[in-house]
């Protein structure tokens, strides 16, 4: 009876012990499942984002790249700069009507020239785009994705840019007039007579806002990137309105349920 009793708790010991092992094995399971779902998840949120990209950057650069693009888009043409806009009305009334034409004109033309060239740079900054940036542009505010590119591609275009936009607004003479009237400016300002204290009274009466820009290139370049940028948002935004649309599947996927 005892040899009975010994082999029953035997068995009964290693019927529990399996139980558990596999109860175990089980929960080990559905974890790794689990954390692989989420990976998987990420994966194709990230693969979808980068293509979603590649895709609005495409649409930006053949958009922008076009004749007088810039020029004729109102949410991206470049303006006069605010200090030469405070003085266009006089300017204008004095026979100017050409010159300012021809600066906005240049200006956006510039922009236009440059903007095919950055595909290379743009997709570059994509493919370093981690699974944890992806998220969070993903998940943040319509602010993000421009975020993004500012802080990984933005030097990298201003140093493409800025020599195609000088040398665009080299060969209009209104820039480089405005150039001349800046550098006659700044090479003459120590001669007059109590200048510095002259500049603090007339900017406290908000005369130094008909100050022009000390570079006129460097403001077309900022607003060449800022173009791109919004053009870039403007698709990304109409993939994330209306993901059903979109020809690529892994993009409806994803996008539909964001």
Do not use: C
């Amino acid at each position: 009876m005892k040899y009975f009793n010994l082999l029953l708790i035997l068995v009964v010991s290693t019927n529990l012990q399996a139980g558990w092992q596999d109860l175990v094995g089980s929960f080990v399971d559905k974890n790794t499942k689990s954390k692989n779902t989420s990976a998987s998840t990420s994966s194709l949120q990230e693969q979808a984002l980068k293509l979603a990209l590649k895709q609005g950057v495409n649409y930006a650069v053949k958009s922008l790249g076009k004749k007088n693009a810039y020029y004729k888009d109102k949410r991206v043409k470049i303006p006069l700069p605010q200090s030469v806009a405070n003085m266009e009305p006089i300017i204008r009334n004095s026979g100017g009507d050409k010159y300012i034409e021809e600066l906005i004109i240049s200006m956006n033309n510039a922009a236009t020239s440059a903007a095919p060239k950055t595909v290379d740079i743009f997709f570059s900054s994509i493919k370093k785009m981690s699974i944890k940036d992806a998220q969070e542009i993903l998940s943040s505010d319509d602010e993000a994705l421009s975020r993004y590119f500012k802080n990984s591609s933005y030097n990298d275009l201003e140093k493409l840019i800025k020599p195609i936009v000088k040398k665009m607004m080299d060969e209009n003479k209104v820039s480089y007039y405005y150039t001349k009237v800046r550098s006659s400016y700044e090479d003459n300002k120590k001669s007059i007579p109590y200048h510095d204290a002259l500049l603090k009274t007339g900017s406290s009466f908000g005369l130094d806002k008909y100050a022009p820009p000390k570079d006129l290139d460097n403001y077309v370049t900022r607003k060449a990137i800022d173009g791109l940028f919004i053009k870039i948002s403007e698709e990304e935004k109409k993939i994330r309105d209306n993901p059903s649309i979109q020809k690529t599947k892994i993009i409806r996927d994803v996008f539909s349920l964001i």
